[in-house]
């Protein structure tokens, strides 16, 4: 079964310009989330899908970054304009429906982005 | 504001012995708590996890310990070996209204000796 993958695995672009990185998740994970590490500090949540709908935004940044799911498969996040304090690596994961040990959540590679 | 806290960015174990990871949270509403392994340009991978109505699992060569009262989980690798060497994050999870989210340390990195 292929794990979580994620386009492209790095990413350099100037400031004021516009990323798209995408997420696959494991076929069949309802559940889709995206999180930021900034600078070698923790790895901190954006967001969370269940299937299409945006279950809770409550740690995306402002709204530079937007993030779809269209048709509850693969998910795109979005920054437009880029600022030099978005760099990072972006982490993407999924996880089945809530039920007994489904809290584990399984993460793609990671994109790391540099802006400059 | 960091509600998970891992207080030793590094820790140095000679191969064989055992490893002790820890893990201090402030959130009493976290229900479930996991460890995570990181090698370099990796993502993290999925350890072990343990949920709050428990105070121990195991498996293998790791195991979790829960102090609930004192807001303290533990990771116990034994015996260490070489390929252990990552970085080691503890999250906890929160599950609100249907959405989950993990709130992670800042990661511990275990370097184990030959």
């Known amino acids: 079964e292929a794990g979580v993958t994620q386009f492209p695995s790095h990413s350099v672009i100037e400031k004021g310009q516009t990323v798209t990185l995408r997420c696959d998740p494991i076929s069949g994970h309802d559940n889709l989330y995206w999180y930021r590490r900034v600078m070698g500090k923790e790895i901190k949540f954006l967001l969370h899908f269940v299937k299409e709908s945006k279950q809770d935004e409550s740690g995306m940044p402002n709204n530079r970054f937007l993030a779809e799911r269209t048709g509850g498969t693969y998910s795109t996040l979005k920054v437009q304009p880029a600022e030099l304090e978005d760099s990072g690596v972006y982490f993407c994961a999924s996880s089945q429906d809530f039920g007994l040990s489904a809290y584990e959540q399984y993460f793609g590679p990671g994109t790391r982005l540099t802006v400059t | 504001d960091q509600q998970v806290k891992q207080n030793s960015p590094s820790l140095s174990v000679q191969e064989g012995r055992i490893s002790i990871l820890n893990c201090d949270y402030t959130n009493s509403m976290f229900d479930y708590f996991l460890w995570y392994k990181k090698y370099p340009a990796e993502g993290p991978t999925f350890l072990i996890s343990?949920?709050?109505?428990?105070d121990k699992n195991e498996d293998g060569r790791f195991t979790v310990f829960l102090n609930k009262s004192a807001k303290h989980l533990s990771l116990h690798i034994v015996p260490s070996q070489p390929g252990d060497s990552a970085v080691y994050f503890c999250?906890?999870?929160?599950?609100?209204?249907?959405?989950?989210?993990?709130?992670f340390g800042q990661g511990t990195r275990l370097t184990i000796n030959p």
């Open positions: 343990i949920s709050s109505i428990k």
């Open positions: 999250a906890a999870s929160e599950v609100l209204q249907g959405a989950q989210k993990l709130v």
